[in-house]
């Protein structure tokens, strides 16, 4: 089985920490930044795996989505996969962003954390 290598990865943790801190300045509510919809709920729920840090608004284990985006997708971009789902992707030798998402089912919070670009690796 192909493993998957990223490139072209972009952090996104500096617009995190801004939203957490316009959120403890009162710049922003918590209705704002805690906006998990549905579907995001839902993925975080099936597809999520729970990560090392808790959630920045209630504490909670955050849950970690990854999400698939790319005309090279189909129909299938725009969704929440598995790891394993994104390994047999990049295995077709195709190319497309993964945007790794954390959710607390909780309270709803939720960011992006990064964007990149998976490829087969091998
Ligand atoms: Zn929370």
Redesign the pocket.
Known sequence: MNSVAYKHVVSYEWERAQHLRQLRLGQLQREDVCDADFLLRAAARHHGVTMDRA?P??G?PLRLTLWVYGSSLGRRAGSARSEEEIAGMVAEGIEFTVHEVEV?P??H?NHLLTAATAYAAC
């Open positions: 959630c608004v209630c909670q607390c909780a309270c919070w």
